[in-house]
Nanobody, 125 residues
Framework: QVQLVESGGGLVQAGGSLRLSCAVS???????MGWFRQAPGKEREFVAG????????QYADDVKGRFTISRDNAKNTVALQMNSLKPEDTAVYYC???????????????????WGQGTQVTVSS
């Protein structure tokens, strides 16, 4: 059974940093991974994605230069380093796994097959 478990969320002041982590179990870790977020009353949106090799990444425009996605294939984990956080970054953050892709990073939720339970990130002004 495939499981994705996020950790690292919390409350931080604007301008601060948080590091989210996602641990994957139950399958080989050779797929595209993504981070999404969902704020209250809004649709789930793409934040960042990374290829299976870790050599290619993609970011949403509003997080470029502030967030960094990385992965450790030896540990089956993917991380999201979030710097210069803003109140508008407040959301539940989810990691996701795309079983069909090792190379193409999809930016829509329906492209991913497995999801974590989410971790809350709250940025105060």
């Amino acid at each position: 059974q495939v499981q994705l478990v996020e950790s690292g969320g919390g409350l931080v002041q604007a301008g601060g940093s948080l590091r989210l982590s996602c641990a994957v179990s139950g399958r080989t870790f050779n797929n595209v991974m993504g981070w999404f977020r969902q704020a209250p009353g809004k649709e789930r949106e793409f934040v960042a994605g990374i290829r299976s090799s870790g050599g290619g990444t993609q970011y949403a425009d509003d997080v470029k230069g502030r967030f960094t996605i990385s992965r450790d294939n030896a540990k089956n984990t993917v991380a999201l380093q979030m710097n210069s956080l803003k109140p508008e970054d407040t959301a539940v953050y989810y990691c996701a796994l795309d079983v069909d892709n090792t190379w193409m990073v999809l930016t829509y939720p329906s492209g991913y097959d497995y999801w974590g339970q989410g971790t809350q990130v709250t940025v105060s002004s």
